[in-house]
């Protein structure tokens, strides 16, 4: 499958926010690497926030309230 069917087949995209200079490293990467920044990043964010959402749940069902939020900087 070449870029643009890649593209095409694409329907659950979503616009977010990142810094800059995070973005402009990845876009290097995913270039380098002859992918889209979409499945770079994707490929990347995935395992954290599904280990993330697997421990919210398990804490849901256990009754355990939210972690405390961390400050914003």
């Known amino acids: 499958m070449d870029v643009s069917e890649r593209v ?3 329907t659950n995209d979503a ?3 990142i810094e800059k200079d995070i973005l402009d ?3 290097f990467v995913a270039g380098r690497r002859g992918v889209l920044i979409v499945e770079y990043l994707s490929s990347i ?3 954290a ?3 993330d959402f697997e421990a919210e749940h ?3 069902r256990e009754g355990i309230g939210p972690a405390p939020r961390k400050p914003r900087k």
């Open 8 to 10: 095409v087949a694409r």
């Open 15 to 17: 616009v977010v926010k």
């Open 25 to 27: 490293q990845a876009k």
């Open 45 to 47: 964010l995935r395992p």
């Open 49 to 51: 926030v599904e280990r």
């Open 58 to 60: 398990k804490a849901l």
